[in-house]
């Protein structure tokens, strides 16, 4: 009699553990980490200092935590996309870059901590010099806002990513992106010259490499939404 009752109780519970099982990966996907940027407006500025072509770049929006674990955020990157994937870039760095207080004025300093589900309102500048970089090329290419226009915009244009204490990258819209890959693919045409040169183990080597960053960024979404990374 004992043993059935304790068959009948295993069995409860295993069903109340099924039960309970969608609401534990709800739980694991609103704790993953996650920050978006709401962006409120930016202007871009050319500038001289000390007799260098600078360009001052000045964005201000609001910065959110969406997990319901508290985070922090340690470094924010200014990058023009080579690719709608996000997975090349033309330029990404954090040089020049300065984050203050969106009401005040008054300077942040990172890591900037956030607890759950907490926003802050930010002002990010990037001063990044101009002649003889890859922004130059950035700056001076333009294409009509829609075929025929005769007003034009910058033909790649410049977005913030942002790198919490745990290494994840996100995008202004919360998306995870995959900073292996994209570092990886920057170098890649170092390995196509060699190719080209007849020295072809380079170019296959790093783009095993490519290919081992894809499924490493993919495993770790997984891994994730099932609450065992952050």
């Not at 001063?127 to 034009?152: M, N």
Request: net charge positive.
């Amino acid at each position: 009699m004992a043993t059935e009752i304790l068959d009948v109780m295993g069995k409860i519970g295993s069903f109340c553990g099924l039960l309970a099982l969608p609401y534990l990966v709800l739980q694991n996907v609103r704790s993953r980490p996650k920050f978006s940027f709401d962006f409120h407006g930016s202007s871009g500025n050319h500038t001289q200092l000390l007799g260098v072509h600078q360009y001052r770049y000045e964005v201000q929006g609001t910065l959110k935590n969406r997990s319901l674990d508290p985070n922090a955020i340690i470094s924010i990157y200014l990058v023009a996309w080579a690719n709608k994937s996000k997975t090349s870039y033309l330029r990404y760095g954090s040089g020049g870059l300065t984050v203050n207080d969106a009401a005040s004025k008054q300077p942040l300093s990172l890591p900037l901590r956030f607890e759950a589900r907490e926003a802050k309102g930010v002002q990010v500048v990037f001063e990044i010099p101009v002649t003889g970089t890859v922004d130059e090329r950035i700056l001076s290419e333009h294409e009509p806002i829609f075929p025929e226009a005769s007003v034009l915009r910058q033909k790649n244009e410049y977005e913030l990513c942002f790198e919490d204490i745990n290494g994840n990258l996100f995008d202004a819209t919360g998306s995870q992106i995959n900073g292996a890959e994209a570092n990886l693919r920057w170098t890649l045409p170092n390995t196509v010259r060699q190719f080209q040169d007849g020295r072809t183990w380079p170019f296959f080597k790093h783009y095993t490499q490519i290919l081992r960053a894809k499924m490493k960024f993919r495993t770790r979404l997984v891994t994730q939404a099932l609450g065992f990374w952050r």
